[in-house]
């Protein structure tokens, strides 16, 4: 097992592979999150700086012994998530998130991006 990110396609990518939640190893590989515009752009959502921690004292009402070194409550920084371009350049797999059917059967797509945009892609069949 590993971590994987998660990518959305409005670009054609064809049946198993148009809005649908797909997942690859191909990229971050800390379960980010990727859109590809329907021009073939690739875009990161960050939520990056939309939250903070404020640490929990043991003289705070809110402070639970129990929970040891996670005492802390999460803060909105009143900052939004944001759209960022991703400028690789490589060839990434693609597969559905969710599959129905045999592992042998679950479809793949190997994308070719350069600087961010695709240049091509192709079905994989095993």
């Known amino acids: ?27 971050a590989c800390a379960m980010c999150r990727y ?31 129990k929970r040891g070194f996670l005492n802390f409550e999460w803060i909105p920084t009143g900052k939004h998530g944001k759209v960022e371009p991703c400028y690789i350049t490589d060839y990434v797999e693609v597969y559905p998130a969710s599959w129905k059917g045999r592992w042998e059967d679950w479809p793949r797509c190997m994308i070719h991006f350069k600087h961010g945009k695709i240049q091509d892609f192709e079905h994989i069949t095993r």
């Open 35 to 65: 859109w590809i515009s329907p021009d073939g752009s690739l875009y990161e959502l960050t939520y990056r700086e939309t939250h903070d921690f404020e640490e929990i004292s043991e003289d705070d009402e809110r402070y639970d012994p």
């Open 1 to 27: 097992m590993g971590l994987f990110d998660y990518v959305r396609s409005s670009y054609n990518l064809g049946e198993h592979f148009t809005n649908v939640e797909l997942q690859t190893k191909g990229l």
